[in-house]
């Protein structure tokens, strides 16, 4: 694919997927939904690439969607043009609620970083929530905004935003719609690392690499599944979901490998088997 609206490099085992509208502010569109799919994909099958960084360009990390899909949908009386909430396709194996818009991103084998800085802002809100970390400069800026807008809680975020900062939380970002910045999204927990403004991306970009050089490629792949999938588990199903699982990972390459790098004190050399 041709990339129009996103920037997409493989640099370091990290492969960075940069949202490019910088004078919209990244607002978000189709064809950006499309190439940022497209990108993760790849991204996934890379066996150069260990871990992903999303992130906006310019001034800001993701306005929300374009302004002409919400009035579009004004007009249409109905769903946002370009932004139904449809299945995609299910391909992996994971239970049908990870198949969802937007929450197929839990299902990428690798884990994704979301690089917050300036605005990130209604559906620019709801997609890093999906990501496995979010990290922040102090100049970012976070809001729900649907209460403003006459809508509501969108692509699954009365799920998924309590599990991140509790339902005191959600309730506060969601009902009153207001803005909070980079040091108060990680007071509540939203944001797991602030980065300072300056040389941002590179910070975020080395703790990508840090995750993608020092651990197992298998173990991040197997323990993104179990820790999602439990959030439908009862602790007995988790366990046994943990006895296989651990049987399978004292047969990998990896195990072995993560025993000799230790003994043999040096670096490790996964392969991700």
Known sequence: MVYEQI??????????????????????????????????????????AGAIVLTGAGRGFCAGADMSLLSDAVNRGGARAGLLAADVEASNGWRRDFHKKYAWLMTVPKPIIAAIHGPSVGLG??????????????????SSIFAKRGLVAEYGMAWMLPRVVGLAGAIDLLFTARTIDGAEAH????????????????????????????????????????????QFQTLGEAFETALEEMASSLASEDFREGVAHYLEKRAPAFTGR
């Open 7 to 48: 920037l997409y490099e493989v640099n370091g085992r990290v492969a960075t997927i940069t949202l490019n509208r910088p004078d919209k502010l990244n607002a978000w569109t189709a064809r950006m939904e499309e190439e940022v799919g497209d990108a993760l994909r790849a991204a996934s099958a890379d066996e150069l």
């Open 125 to 142: 809100f709801v997609i890093p929530l999906y990501c496995d970390f979010r990290v922040a400069s102090p100049t970012a800026r976070f």
């Open 187 to 230: 007071r509540m927990g939203l944001v797991h690392r602030l980065f300072p403004e300056e040389g941002f991306l590179e910070a975020a970009q080395g703790f990508a690499r840090e995750l993608a050089t020092t651990v197992s490629p298998r173990s991040l792949r197997v323990m993104k599944r179990q820790l999602y999938e439990a």
